[in-house]
């Protein structure tokens, strides 16, 4: 085999480990939750005062609670998550062909890992432990997320003096899995390090050309 290829498939693959070790963290949490807590406010588990809990519940749509219509948009969202892992796969195989920045393709693996953690809840969690939403059409592709870290951010109403938003009441209260964490911390690091992660190289200056200076005849010894 020739030995850049192989170069080159040794590099994906410690990519793809790191993939591969976020679906593993992100599915035992879930099993340890489903197993020994029980769902809802009666499992809750204090971690850092009353902001950081961990709290049992099950999320039928996308990231952080947020839901698609019933009952095909689930089915759709299963569909989209599955092409995403195709292409997320094929782009990182292509960014190590690329040499591209070992730390851009390792949040793309963070996303990869997180997006394959969902993905397993959504196609095979309503057969596994039942819990597909009542009505759904089938228990395939029709599970749900288990969810369980809470951060109580705040919940109350906003100051009057504040622009646009003063005097409106709030919930900031996400809940979400290792899956959904590693997706965001994958997205913040690419955001936050554009300019490392996509730095241009600086064209080589051109040589500089040294011409001999052009003299005049000597008229007298051309005479």
Known sequence: MHPILTNRQQSAAKFFLLALFVIAIDQISKWAVHTYMQPGMRGEISLIGHWAKLHYTLNPGMAFGAEL????????????????????????????????????????????????????????????????????????????????????????????SWPLVGGKYVSLWPIFNIADSSIFIGVALILLNQSKFFKQEEPAAAPATHSEPLVAPDSENLA
């Open 69 to 160: 219509p019933a009952p095909y948009g689930k089915l759709f969202l299963s569909g989209f998550r599955l092409l995403a892992v195709f292409g997320l796969s094929y782009y990182i195989i292509r960014l190590c062909k690329q040499r591209a920045s070992g730390g851009y393709i390792a949040c793309m693996a963070l996303i990869l890992g997180g997006a394959v953690g969902n993905l397993i809840d959504s196609i095979f969690y309503g057969v596994i432990y039942s819990n597909a939403p009542f009505g759904s059409p089938t228990r395939w592709f029709y599970g749900q997320v288990i969810d369980m870290l809470y951060l109580d951010i705040y919940e109350g109403f906003l100051p009057q």
